[in-house]
T-cell receptor
Framework: SQQGEEDPQALSIQEGENATMNCSYK?????LQWYRQNSGRGLVHLIL?????REKHSGRLRVTLDTSKKSSSLLITASRAADTASYFC??????????FGSGTRLQVQP | EAGVAQSPRYKIIEKRQSVAFWCNPI?????LYWYQQILGQGPKLLIQ????????DSQLPKDRFSAERLKGVDSTLKIQPAKLEDSAVYLC????????????????FGDGTRLSIL
């Protein structure tokens, strides 16, 4: 079964708007990672947040982690058409390799 | 640095045939992963290697799937015989693993092999 589940499954916004994706997971983690996948390509690592961190920024990305609620969110500010992709959260429990969620498909309309 | 290389990019076979995929990880990356990604889903781990040893193959259907990593560098994944439900993208990833630890190491993915079973 999937450890992480993203919400929403699909999101369509206009260029310049912010996009927020959420991830919920079931067991305790060492860290949580977000990846992007463009159509027909492999996954690209975006950002990693450790279990003792609450918020992390990288360029237009902001990730939050709430270990008490077992949830994380990814915010993309000022979205661009090039941000159109699927976004996956992945949890690292330290016991095995990453477990990926089912992803959020983001469409940014120019 | 060169990324993770995979070949072929596409493969079409009939059910019950065999197929093999090849992966060359980023130079110096000790850990190598094979994932299966079914359309509309996230990647599911099939097998994880640390150098040339298997760390986790608990989700590998061993009656039909096999994988090896010769000399701790390149890896091949084989399916024999293929079933219709094996239609998917097979992704290879690698990561640094200093002193055998995989925590906090992002994974670097190849573009995958898209397998279609007729």
């Amino acid at each position: 079964s999937q450890q992480g589940e993203e919400d929403p499954q699909a999101l369509s916004i206009q260029e310049g708007e912010n996009a927020t994706m959420n991830c919920s997971y079931k067991t305790s983690i060492n860290n949580l990672q977000w990846y992007r996948q463009n159509s027909g390509r492999g996954l690209v690592h975006l950002i990693l947040i450790r279990s003792n961190e609450r918020e992390k920024h990288s360029g237009r990305l902001r990730v939050t982690l709430d270990t008490s609620k077992k949830s994380s969110s990814l915010l993309i500010t000022a979205s661009r058409a090039a941000d159109t992709a699927s976004y996956f959260c992945a949890t690292d429990t330290g016991r095995r390799a990453l477990t990926f969620g089912s992803g959020t498909r983001l469409q940014v309309q120019p | 640095e060169a990324g993770v290389a995979q070949s072929p990019r596409y493969k079409i076979i009939e059910k019950r045939q065999s197929v093999a995929f090849w992966c060359n990880p980023i130079s110096g990356h000790a850990t190598l992963y094979w994932y299966q990604q079914i359309l509309g889903q996230g990647p599911k781990l099939l097998i994880q290697f640390q150098n040339n040893g298997v760390v986790d193959d608990s989700q590998l259907p061993k009656d039909r799937f096999s994988a090896e990593r010769l000399k701790g560098v390149d890896s091949t994944l084989k399916i024999q015989p293929a079933k219709l439900e094996d239609s998917a993208v097979y992704l290879c990833a690698s990561s640094l693993a200093p002193k055998g630890r995989t925590e906090d190491q992002p994974q670097h993915f190849g573009d995958g092999t898209r397998l279609s079973i007729l």
